[in-house]
């Protein structure tokens, strides 16, 4: 599977993004995929989740009710749409995919984009 992820930018607080991954594979439709950033200086951090089916969604306590995740197994996509956002927000993020089961640590996902940069100025 390969991952290419788009719709960064340079955004003031409480503008909105979206961000997209586009996956290449027949197999989209199988795999978990998840958000995650990671700021200078820091670990990279779960954001957001959802399962195959798309049914079920996780987000981590600091984007609850901002960002939102999706996806479209007909068109290999999944999305993040972010609102409200904060200066605290700025990170590269990064979709990653693995078969199936969601988790919560980088360490367990399989494969990765290259990672697309949000800025958001205070």
């Known amino acids: 599977v390969q991952l290419v992820e788009s719709g960064g930018g340079l955004v003031q607080a409480g503008d909105s993004l979206r961000l997209s991954c586009a996956a290449s594979?027949?197999?989209?439709?199988?795999?978990?995929m998840c958000w995650f950033r990671q700021a200078p200086g820091k670990e990279r951090e779960f954001v957001a989740a959802i399962s195959w089916s798309g049914r079920n969604k996780y987000y981590t306590d600091s984007v609850k009710g901002r960002f939102t995740i999706s996806r479209d197994n007909a068109k290999n996509t999944v999305y993040l749409q972010m609102n409200s956002l904060k200066p605290e927000d700025t990170a590269v993020y990064y979709c990653?995919?693995?078969?199936?089961?969601?988790?919560?640590?980088?360490?367990?996902?399989?494969?990765w984009g290259q990672g697309t940069q949000v800025t958001v100025s205070s």
């Open positions: 594979g027949r197999t989209f439709s199988t795999y978990a």
């Open positions: 990653s995919a693995r078969p199936y089961e969601v988790v919560f640590a980088y360490k367990d996902y399989d494969y």
